[in-house]
């Protein structure tokens, strides 16, 4: 029987270190530094995914190997996923191969809507998004950004309408907020942290820095 995990309990498991637990999965990032290296990677991969009958999301570039796992047949993460991971690492290892987590991260578009079930399907039709569930568009391949619609109580003429949420992993918070604080930014809001911080530009454009692992945020609610 398949088994979810939750973010820290697939970050307690032996042989992930590799790896990061962000929105929709876990990943990693293999530093090849060549395509020809990247490939043999992806075909170790493959063959362990085969195997398995459990199968990653891949992306080859031609100076490293981006790894997502993620259970699809019931949208969380799982043992499976432990297992697939610590195998993904091992065949890295005998290729020497070293991981880089630090590359790690999912950018999601957050659209603010006071009646989503009519805004929702505007945005469906002109990115040629699929739609999962009932506040949720998807790039079929996964490629780019999902689109999260956040519903409104009221509206807000006085506040940007979309923001990004930057997912990554919660050891590199920190950085990440000083790198854009020292780049000109402003907190606007860290009364969630640590599980997310409000940032803003110098013109007020918005972002949210979230550390996202669904145990620590149950049930998500952006301000």
Do not use: C
Request: without cysteine.
């Amino acid at each position: 029987m398949v088994e979810r995990v939750v973010g820290t309990q697939f970050h307690e498991a032996e042989g992930v270190e590799d790896w990061r637990v962000v929105y929709n999965g876990a990943k990693t990032f293999f530093a090849t530094g060549s395509f020809e290296k990247g490939v043999a990677l992806v075909d170790a991969i493959a063959k362990i995914a085969i195997a398995a009958g459990h199968h990653p999301d891949i992306d080859l570039r031609y100076n490293g190997v981006i790894v997502r796992v993620w259970t699809y047949s019931i949208g969380r993460l799982t043992d499976l996923d432990i297992a697939l991971a610590r195998q993904i690492s091992a065949a890295a290892r005998e290729l020497d191969i070293p991981a880089d987590p630090s590359k790690v991260q999912t950018i999601q578009i957050a659209i603010d809507a006071m009646a989503i079930p009519e805004v929702l399907p505007f945005w469906k039709a002109v990115l040629g998004y699929s739609q999962s569930g009932d506040e949720d568009i998807e790039d079929p391949l996964w490629h780019s950004p999902n689109v999260w619609f956040q519903q409104m109580d009221a509206p807000r003429p006085q506040r940007n309408r979309f923001h990004i949420d930057i997912s990554l992993p919660r050891d590199q918070a920190d950085e990440r907020i000083a790198a854009a604080l020292a780049a000109g930014g402003h907190i606007v809001s860290d009364a969630h942290a640590p599980d997310w911080w409000t940032l803003a530009d110098s013109e007020g454009n918005e972002v949210d820095i979230a550390p996202w692992m669904d145990d620590l945020i149950p049930n998500r609610k952006w301000d």
